[in-house]
């Protein structure tokens, strides 16, 4: 999937937009529940008033979607709970930051169209899914020349749009 981060300004520093993409693997445990493991790679957005001038996002996880109608309303709900890592440039290239680790938790909602639904012949079921998810990720990392550490949290909302192709055909 092909992804857009829209983080909120963080302890005062904004942090641009960026772009990125995911791939993950899933399982359909009923038609109402499908789990997924995932790797998410958020960019590496700029980051303004801070003693950072970039940030490279990674995330990886597992996520929980729950579909109520699944066979009338091709949509679901999702949660979603795993670990980051953020790679922080300072600014000036006064050298990186060491990579810090955190945890992130979201919450979003996503649909997904079969492509047969559309009139296109298509014996894999494959679909186009395009979600929302609104992601707090936390990390504790230096700010400044203090040498105390500080919660520099990156919540904010991602979109993402993509192709999921089963592994498997669909059975007759």
Known sequence: M??????GDINSAKIDNSFGGSVSVGKPFTRYFTGEVFANFAGEPNIDNSVFETVGIFQYGVTGMISPIPKRLPV?????????QF??????????????????WDIGAGAKLALSDLGVPDPWGVSLRAEYRYRQADVDVELGSSSTADD???????????VQIPILPPSR
């Open 152 to 162: 520099f949290d990156i919540d904010g909302h991602m979109l993402q749009v993509g």
């Open 76 to 84: 679901y709900v999702l949660a979603s709970y795993g670990l980051s």
């Open 87 to 104: 790679d922080f440039d300072r600014v000036g290239g006064r050298g990186d930051e060491p990579s810090e680790t955190g945890s992130f």
């Open 2 to 7: 092909f992804s857009v981060l829209f983080p």
